[in-house]
């Protein structure tokens, strides 16, 4: 380990920057850091944040078994939990956001600007059994 996070810059602390960017200008390693808060003794939370990234992706991390997630050196059996929450709360953000086509004025309201095209085109709406568009 190089530095602490308290060595850095206040501008490159993660929750400080967070309060004065927003989230969405972050990086996923910034992101976990603040939800993993602390690192370990030899090893920051951002340098912990990169290494548990490097093996899996933001969209993978949800879906590891709590025993995976144990045998990266830092996450305990809590921290373990509070990522296998956060990727079932993801999920199921994402599940209220589909989009459901349920009768044929929704696939009007899907293809409306059809019919200002030059030429045809094909669109395909993939749905699966609850009617939403995947």
């Known amino acids: 380990m190089d530095y602490t996070i308290q060595e850095l810059p206040e501008e ?3 929750r400080e920057k967070l309060e004065a960017l927003g989230a969405e200008d972050m990086t996923s390693v910034e992101l976990l850091s603040i939800i993993l808060r ?4 030899g090893k920051n939370v951002k340098e912990l944040s990169s290494e548990i990234l490097n093996e ?19 996450i305990s059996r809590v921290k373990a939990g509070q990522l296998k929450a956060l990727g079932e709360l993801s999920r199921r953000a994402e ?7 349920e009768n044929l004025s929704d ?24 009617n939403e568009v995947v």
């Open 95 to 101: 599940r209220a956001e589909r989009e459901t086509i």
């Open 12 to 14: 490159e602390r993660p």
């Open 38 to 41: 602390t690192g370990t003794q």
């Open 56 to 74: 899996y992706s933001v969209s993978e991390l949800g879906n590891q078994g709590l025993e995976s997630l144990k045998e990266f050196e830092g």
């Open 107 to 130: 696939v009007r309201a899907e293809v409306g600007d059809m019919k200002f095209l030059d030429s045809e085109i094909l669109r395909v709406f993939y749905l699966n059994s609850g």
